[in-house]
């Protein structure tokens, strides 16, 4: 073996050493373990069980910056419109908003509380990866507060379906499952929609805002530096959740319609996924 040969196997032995590290230190920090043992616990917990009762209570979960008119004409409009009565919306603004939190008080509806943080963020400044994780913080601060047994995730410009409680509680309860989610409708805003939605559960087709999951899990939290690992927090916390043992269950058909415009990050992935795709063809009577 001449020296550029031994040279070149001694690099990729490294390059494979250091991935293999990489994958080590990703994998301290998220402390499977530890996540496991947390689910462990809930299902332990005397109260487990009563999740999958007649009419447990469903907070509704929201992070908002800046919302505006489409968090209350979108979110909270649809969260309103509910076929499933037993909820509870919890608003945090991801900083001082006084017109939201105003708007929340005039709507004079004692379900729907609003919480206000000090500060945005932090988060990261580069566009694409601030994306990845922003409302992280807001998001786990309105788990903290919930009082229901269930957390349903809801973006503040996105909107669930009028069954979409009912419809995933039903599962939840025929299955025992402690996260279920669904399909989203994705409008892209241009008179165009595609969707994302499937199983088993992938990057790219699982979003928060199509699911329910069991209260006990709230000590599994968004991680506002899932950015480093280029993973959406959403996807993170999801995989974190796969990973630590959570049950699972899929509901194919639409509850949400997910809102893309033409300004997102991802649009032109999401256009291009339209191209392919269309429409959803599933159930989604």
């Known amino acids: ?19 293999r590290l990489d994958e080590l230190l990703s994998r301290a920090y ?3 373990p530890r996540a496991a043992a947390e689910v462990l616990r809930a299902r332990r917990d005397p109260g487990y069980g009563d999740a999958f009762g007649t009419q447990p209570l469903i907070t509704a979960r929201i992070g908002a910056y800046q ?13 309103r419109s509910q076929t499933y009565s037993n909820w509870e919306a919890v608003v945090v603004c991801d900083g001082r908003d006084g017109q939201t939190a105003g708007r929340i008080a005039a709507l004079a509806d004692d379900r729907i509380r ?10 990261p400044e580069e566009r694409e990866r601030r994306w990845l994780v922003a409302g992280t913080h807001p998001f786990n601060q309105a788990v903290a507060l919930a009082r229901g047994a ?3 995730p809801l973006d503040q410009d996105d909107e669930w379906m009028p069954d979409h409680l009912e419809v995933l509680l039903e599962a939840a309860r025929g299955s025992r ?5 669904g399909v989203s409708r994705v409008d892209l805003g241009d008179g165009s929609e595609t969707w994302f939605g499937t199983w088993p559960p992938e990057v790219g087709d699982f979003g928060f805002q199509t699911a329910i999951y069991h209260a006990g899990l709230a000590p599994l939290l968004y991680d506002a530096n ?6 959406p927090a959403d996807w993170n916390l999801a995989r974190r959740m796969l990973e630590a043992g959570v049950a699972f269950e899929f509901v194919e058909r639409v509850v949400t319609t997910y809102h893309v415009d033409g300004d997102h990050p991802a649009w032109p992935a999401w256009k291009a996924r339209e191209r ?3 429409a959803f063809g599933g159930n989604d009577r």
């Not at 499952?177 to 989610?181: F, R």
């Not at 899932?226 to 993973?231: D, G, I, K, P, R």
Request: net charge negative; aromatic share 8%.
């Open 276 to 278: 392919e795709t269309g």
């Open 114 to 123: 609003c919480v206000q943080r000090p500060r945005n963020g932090p988060y």
């Open 177 to 181: 499952a402690e996260l279920v989610y």
């Open 150 to 152: 269930w957390i349903a």
């Open 30 to 32: 998220e402390d499977t």
């Open 67 to 79: 919302g505006g008119d489409l968090l209350f004409d979108r979110a909270i409009s649809s969260i």
């Open 226 to 231: 899932s950015y480093l690992l280029e993973e």
């Open 1 to 19: 073996m001449n020296s550029i040969e031994e040279l070149a196997e001694r690099l990729a032995l490294t390059e494979a050493r250091i991935e």
